[in-house]
């Protein structure tokens, strides 16, 4: 089972940008699509975005829709979410994980194999 890793969290201030990244450790990772994902404190894991194969289809949470942009990396197994203009709202562990398949969705149960997560802390 593939393994992916977080990295990229951390404190800032409201308005403030965080480029997280998520490194897997197959090169099979380059078939599925990806998605991140985040879980604030005493709430449920949310769909942030996602992102076909080869890049070419992306889907994002209307919540994030023009401050976030996610991309990836094939040759170097990553995948990235690009975080703008941050509020406290966005205060949460995130953390990335692969598709079952080649689709691009939205729902937690279509993705496997996630990993532990980063920490973003917002303040207004």
């Known amino acids: 089972q593939v393994q992916l890793v977080e990295s990229g969290g951390g404190l800032v201030q409201a308005g403030g940008s965080l480029r997280l990244s998520c490194v897997a450790s197959?090169?099979?990772?380059?078939?599925?699509?990806m998605g991140w994902f985040r879980q604030g404190q005493e709430m449920e894991r949310e769909f942030v975005a996602a992102?076909?194969?080869?890049?070419?289809?992306?889907s994002y949470a209307d919540s994030v829709k023009g401050r976030f942009t996610i991309s990836r990396d094939n040759a170097k197994n990553t995948v990235y979410l690009q975080m703008n203009s941050l509020e406290p709202e966005d205060t949460a562990v995130y953390s990335c994980?692969?598709?079952?398949?080649?689709?691009?969705?939205?729902?937690?149960?279509?993705?496997?194999?996630w990993g532990q997560g980063t920490q973003v802390t917002v303040s207004s």
């Open positions: 992102i076909s194969w080869n890049g070419g289809r992306t």
């Open positions: 197959e090169r099979t990772f380059s078939i599925n699509a």
């Open positions: 994980a692969r598709s079952r398949s080649v689709l691009v969705t939205m729902a937690v149960a279509d993705y496997e194999s």
